[in-house]
């Protein structure tokens, strides 16, 4: 197999699904494909550098099943959900999430992707990279109850995921009670 940056990428995903966030390593990844770990690197950096690109490309993957449009209160309640869904279905993502850097090459194509996006709904980019944060901290906030050591406690109390769901329909409408236009708050 030829490596590529995104070869490595998918397997260090199937990885991680498979074997957990500690199993991700360099040399791990590249036994996997039959190479190197300083093939790898030459690729995709370093470990970090590796996370990060994880991490980017599940949340873009998440950004691809949001249905784009409709009003924005609509938009950002699937963006949660979208998030929701990829989170859960990754194996020990909350950590990955707060392993991985953010990754430099990737910074300016999320704000592009996630601008264009709420744009479309009527936000104004201030406010709406607001919201999307506030949304983003409230879903992985949840998927860390949900994943860590006290999820099944926590699942015992309520209904995780009827909870994250009304939690993330409050918040979104917090914010299009909070008196503000949508369109304002330039930045």
């Known amino acids: ?24 390593s360099l040399r791990n ?32 993957e998440a950004l691809d099943d949001v249905v784009p449009g409709g009003p924005w209160t ?15 279905s990754t194996r020990d993502a909350a950590m990955l999430i707060a392993a991985a850097p953010a990754y ?5 194509a999320i704000e592009a992707r996630l601008a264009a996006q709420m744009a479309a709904t009527g936000l104004a980019p201030a406010r ?6 506030a949304v983003q901290a409230l879903v992985t906030g949840w998927t860390g109850f949900a994943t860590g050591p006290q999820g099944e406690d926590i699942a015992r109390l309520v209904a995780i995921d009827a909870a994250m769901d009304s939690s993330l329909r409050a918040l979104v409408h917090g914010f299009a009670d909070d008196g503000l236009d949508p369109a304002d708050m330039a930045r």
């Open 74 to 88: 609509d938009w950002m309640v699937r963006f949660g959900q979208a998030l929701w869904r990829k989170q859960r």
């Open 104 to 108: 430099v090459g990737s910074i300016g």
């Open 128 to 133: 709406g990279m607001l919201i999307q944060s």
């Open 29 to 60: 990844v590249a036994a996997r494909l039959d190479a190197k770990a300083p093939s790898l690197a030459r690729h995709v950096g370093d470990k970090q550098n590796l996370l990060a690109l994880m991490s980017t490309r599940l949340f873009f």
């Open 1 to 24: 197999m030829k490596l590529s940056r995104d070869a490595i990428v998918d397997e260090a995903i199937a990885l991680l699904q498979e074997e957990g966030l500690e199993a991700v």
